[in-house]
């Protein structure tokens, strides 16, 4: 056995940190194209450091000892008093003084790692949260989804009212004849229907036109709808469109979807106030954006409904068709990027599926209706 502080290889002295503890050991080392062998000093290796892997730890100073260290992950550190040493150092150990490719071996286990996170945050986003939003949203009893629609239809109407051009305070219209003639329309699409939800429909005072579907069957239709739609049987077709997002139970399944996406962002960020949640609830509230599957299937409802009730598609494909001239040209990426279908496919789809014949109401009920929100 070798006198500690003698060396049997002839090689460099120094001291060795192996990284799992905090004990520096007197060491030898060799370098050669191999590398760097690090041994105590009886001879006993204790680690064999590829030449291609060894690097200086940082610049160094003139006459300084050397640092070394082995790849990026390794945590074991060399130090080497004798100077001399480099020149043996830079001739086996290519990559000795390569600064940037540090750099980039340390960025390296960041950039996987980091890249798998957001691959992981993205399938979740695209398609994990769907998935488990629409699972949760069937398996929701009926009678559960109708409270908890009960619940937040006084509120999100007041948030829809101030979004559709309305007062800060939903106002729903009541009119005698108007209520009696929508109830009346109501009755005739969904006649014969297995509705496991009951319909609750409603019209909100505000110029704007648009509808709206919420949990619950729940439904909004905004008064400046029939003065944009210009034909009972548009109305028609619209709240019949609405009536299939309620069967589907698409916003349950969009309110869902919110929910966990504001979770996973909960997590994400560290959101302990609920903010997140915040922001969920207000885009389910007052987006009516669906995918374009949902709005396929609504469609299709739709047809299906007035067709059962014999009530023509015609006005509803020509609004439709009307929309599609103020959309102009959506092809392309425009028409990627714009979730529902395009207004111009969605019109020839209704217009030929449709079979019905009749008007959707009477004249007198398109009057009341159109009416309903006047004093």
């Not at 008093?81 to 150092?89: E, G, I, K, P, R």
């Not at 009696?180 to 704007?208: F, S």
């Not at 919110?258 to 994400?268: F, N, R, V």
Request: glycine share 10%; aromatic share 6%.
């Amino acid at each position: 056995m070798t006198a500690p502080g003698s060396y049997s290889h002839g090689g460099f002295p120094g001291s060795f940190f192996d990284g799992r503890t905090a004990r520096a050991r007197v060491v030898s080392v060799e370098c050669d194209a191999d590398g760097l062998r690090i041994c105590q000093p009886d001879g006993v290796l204790l680690a064999l450091w590829p030449a291609a892997d060894v690097r200086l730890t940082a610049r160094r100073h003139r006459d300084a000892a050397l640092r070394l260290r082995c790849g990026v992950t390794d945590a074991a550190r060399l130090t080497i008093a004798d100077t001399a040493a480099l020149a043996t150092f830079e001739q086996h150990c290519p990559n000795l003084h390569r600064s940037p490719d540090r750099l980039r071996d340390q960025l390296r286990p960041l950039v996987f790692w980091g890249g798998g996170a957001v691959s992981a945050i993205l399938f979740m986003v695209f398609f994990g949260v769907p998935w488990l939003a629409a699972v949760v949203a069937q398996a929701v009893p009926p009678e559960i989804e109708a409270r908890w629609g009960e619940e937040v239809v006084e509120p999100t109407a007041g948030l829809i009212s101030q979004f559709m051009g309305g007062g800060p305070k939903a106002v729903f219209c009541e009119t005698p004849a108007g209520r009696a003639a929508l109830d009346r329309l109501v009755a005739r699409l969904t006649a014969g229907q297995d509705m496991a939800i009951p319909l609750t429909v409603r019209v909100l005072d505000a110029p704007k036109a648009n509808a709206f579907t919420l949990p619950g069957g729940q439904i909004l239709l905004v008064s400046g709808l029939f003065a944009e739609a210009r034909d009972s049987g548009a109305v028609a077709g619209i709240l019949a469109h609405e009536i299939g997002h309620a069967v589907e139970r698409h916003p349950l399944e969009s309110s869902f979807k919110s929910i966990g996406l504001a979770t996973l962002l909960s997590l994400l960020v560290g959101d302990v106030t609920g903010g997140a949640f915040i922001v969920a609830g207000t885009q389910v509230l007052l987006e009516t954006s669906y995918s374009r599957d949902a709005e396929r299937e609504a469609d299709g409802i739709a047809v299906d409904l007035l067709n059962d009730a014999d009530i023509t598609a015609a006005p509803t494909a020509a609004f439709f068709d009307r929309l599609a001239a103020e959309e102009g040209d959506a092809s392309g990426a425009a028409a990627l990027i714009d979730t529902p279908p395009p207004s111009h496919e969605r019109a020839d789809a209704i217009r030929a599926a449709s079979t019905g014949q009749g008007l959707a109401m009477p004249a007198a009920d398109w009057q009341a209706l159109r009416t309903i929100c006047d004093d």
